[in-house]
């Protein structure tokens, strides 16, 4: 962008920059906080953000390893922190898995289909997704126990359980979906319909290879969502084996001991899946994938 | 290649009937290009015979075939859309191959048959590329050739070229047109461009608001168009409209009080018609000169456009509302008020009743035509 600028525009740069880094701190602290209690000896919640004394205690009960401390005494890891990354992966990337399944092909029924309807479900989906899931906790629990006695590996304490709750939280991805599938040309499949495509194969070969960016915009938002999610895993998972890292963490901070540290080391643990995926999915998230076919 | 039959088609969108019973019988090898004012179901016509748009009621016959229930590869038909719609993800190759690759053939065998067809249409070159680092001109020989290498019995272009620049579409129009000379395959063509029409169509079909008015040759539509609305939509200034009545008839032809107060002689047989009916004389712009003779129309110049080849005058005269348009030799020293006075052969001009419906006219053709009547 070379174009000629004004001379004032210089100061609005410095103003607009100084700004921004102001808000970038503010966001980043909580954070840097969480890092910083990580690698602080003792659960201490308060304190300076750079520690005196770098101790790796709470990292070493998080990674499933015992240490030895001040006075002496051996701890061992108190619970299973790995064991519940495991969980809360492998219920993100199947929840994940079953949105992106499941609201990719709603919202080409939404965006391409003509049936009756159509309108008042768009609007519906919407207005069911505006109750708050918390609300109806006690409601999932009863269900799920219900559906348990007849099919138990979707019942309470089961993962299944966990990711048909989240599987049903697809209403706003259907909208994200059906938006970018509106901005592409029906010629599109068209011209493959008239290659010779069924219905799905042009939804396959041509309509899903365009709208792969926003498709891992999906998946990348429905498998935060999954790993982060606390109130629906906590009334369905029980069992310490089952829990998710969200859930599980909160078991450090029982009333009488926080243990902020370890706490801490696990809440940032939790976050290295989503970095990492967001690292991979990052490539597939280009711009312009669909530029191209149609005039212009 | 084959022949299409359109027998009573119809088209409905919810309660909204686009098509109103279509016949149209195109035959094998033949150009077909239809033509209409904006929104008049072209596209959907086309789309009908592609199998885009379900029929709803009718028959459509591809080589002596119903095909109404067919989807669209089935009835051996090949679309070249407005958009090109090239799939942008795939390379050229990759795009012209992509029907055969549906069509379960192997690599090794559609492979040489892309390359032929990238080597007719001069993009072989091309192959490995992505449609948007293609040109205009490019992406629309890609879509042509994805066309072509299905080898289908007939041939859908829906206005291909009016994405293209001026210089551009003439080139593509005149590959279009060998393109159809060497494959000898039915082609269907929409498009809105009168040039295009006239020079590519074997016969053109003029559609308004979901009925055809006229099928005929280029020649045949120019020269003797059916009706006012045939008549008025080609030609470019389009033609002159005079009203007025009968005054009398001769052998001649018809003799017309215009509105304006002129009498002018036109000569076309006078059928069923009598002095006194309400009648509308056409003049096309290029008929009229610049002089005086037997049908004189006077005014004053309203405006005067130089295209280099010929001076287009608009005059406002008592004969008409509109100004009159007439195409005169190049560099004419007229201006702006001028008064003038225009003329016309009574063999040159046409007539239309009250309800817009053509009088037969007198004269031949010019000759080296090879005019077939297809009027409905
Ligand atoms: N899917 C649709 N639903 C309802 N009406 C439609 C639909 N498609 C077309 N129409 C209507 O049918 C009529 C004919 O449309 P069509 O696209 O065939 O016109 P056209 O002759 O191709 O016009 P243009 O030269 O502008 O492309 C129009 O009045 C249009 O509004
Ligand atoms: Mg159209």
Redesign the interface.
């Known amino acids: 962008m070379a174009m000629v600028q004004d001379k004032s525009h210089l100061g609005k740069i410095l103003a607009a920059h100084a700004g921004l880094i102001a808000f970038l701190l503010l966001t980043m602290f909580p954070f840097l906080m969480i890092v910083s209690i990580s690698l602080r000896p003792g659960n201490f919640a308060s304190g300076s953000l750079i520690p005196d004394t770098i101790s790796f205690e709470h990292w070493k009960l998080a990674l499933g390893f015992s240490y030895t401390d001040a006075s002496g005494r051996l701890i061992a890891p108190p619970f299973p922190v790995l064991h519940w990354l495991w969980n809360s992966v492998k219920i993100a990337l199947i929840t994940a898995s079953v949105v992106l399944l499941l609201s990719t092909t709603s919202a080409y029924a939404f965006a391409r289909l003509k049936f009756r309807g159509k309108e008042l479900g768009l609007s519906a989906l919407l207005l069911v997704q505006m109750f708050p899931a918390v609300l109806s906790l006690i409601a999932i629990y009863a269900i799920f126990d219900e559906i348990g006695n007849y099919v138990p590996w979707l019942g309470i304490d089961s993962h299944g359980s966990v990711i048909l709750a989240y599987a049903g939280g697809i209403a706003l991805h259907i909208w994200t979906i059906k938006g970018y599938f509106d901005t592409i040309p029906a010629e599109m499949e068209e011209a493959a319909i008239v290659d010779g495509a069924s219905h799905f194969q042009a939804f396959w070969h041509v309509l899903l290879p365009m709208a792969l960016p926003i498709l891992c915009v999906v998946f990348l938002l429905a498998f935060i969502g999954a790993i982060i999610e606390y109130p629906v895993a906590s009334i369905l998972l029980h069992q310490e084996q089952n829990l998710t890292l969200a859930v599980g963490s909160k078991l450090y901070l029982y009333e009488q001991n926080y243990l902020w540290g370890d706490f801490a080391a696990a809440a940032i643990l939790s976050g290295l899946p989503i970095t990492l995926l967001f690292v991979v999915a990052q490539r597939w998230m280009v711009n312009g994938l669909s530029s191209g076919g149609v005039k212009g | 290649m084959a022949a299409v039959s359109l027998k009573g088609i119809c088209k409905d969108f919810g309660t909204v009937r686009t098509l109103h019973g279509i016949d149209l019988e195109i035959r094998d090898g033949e150009f077909i290009v239809f033509v209409g004012p904006s929104g008049c179901g072209k596209s959907t016509l086309l789309r009908s015979i592609?199998g885009?748009e379900e029929i709803s009621e009718g028959e459509l016959q591809i080589d002596l075939q119903r095909v109404n229930e067919l989807?669209?590869?089935k009835r051996g038909?090949?679309?070249v859309?407005?958009?090109?719609?090239?799939?942008?993800?795939m390379s050229v190759f990759e795009n012209l191959a992509?029907?055969l690759r549906?069509?379960h053939k192997s690599k090794a065998e559609y492979t040489p048959q892309v390359e032929q067809v990238a080597r007719v249409l001069q993009i072989d070159h091309l192959l490995t590329r992505?449609?948007?680092?293609?040109s205009?001109g490019q992406?629309q020989r890609v879509a042509i050739g994805?066309a072509i290498v299905?080898r289908p019995k007939v041939f859908l272009f829906d206005e291909p070229l009016s994405?293209l620049d001026a210089s551009l579409r003439v080139q593509m129009r005149i590959e279009i047109a060998k393109l159809h000379r060497e494959l000898a395959t039915t082609m269907i063509y929409v498009t809105h461009d009168q040039v295009e029409a006239m020079t590519l169509a074997d016969r053109i079909v003029v559609l308004r608001a979901g009925r055809i008015e006229q099928v005929g040759s280029p020649t045949e539509l120019y020269h003797r168009p059916a009706n006012r609305f045939v008549a008025g939509f080609m030609g470019s200034p389009s033609m002159n409209f005079l009203p007025g009545r009968i005054a009398q008839i001769d052998e001649n032809g018809i003799v017309v009080a215009l509105s304006g107060g002129a009498r002018v002689s036109v000569q076309v047989a006078p059928g069923r018609a009598l002095p006194g009916d309400e009648v509308c004389v056409g003049v096309r712009p290029e008929h009229l000169h610049l002089a005086a003779g037997d049908n004189e129309l006077a005014g004053e110049a309203m405006a005067i456009e130089q295209l280099g080849d010929s001076t287009v005058l608009y005059l406002q005269s008592a004969a008409a509302a509109e100004p009159l348009a007439a195409r005169l030799p190049p560099l004419l020293p007229l201006s702006h008020g001028d008064a003038c006075t225009l003329s016309f052969a009574p063999h040159h001009a046409h007539l239309f009743d009250v309800t817009g419906k053509a009088f037969e006219r007198m004269s031949p053709i010019p000759a080296a035509t090879t005019g077939e009547s297809y009027s409905l």
């Open positions: 592609a885009l989807p669209p590869v038909i090949s679309m859309f407005q958009s090109y719609a090239l799939y942008p993800h992509f029907g549906l069509a992505k449609p948007k680092e293609l205009g992406r994805r299905q994405n």
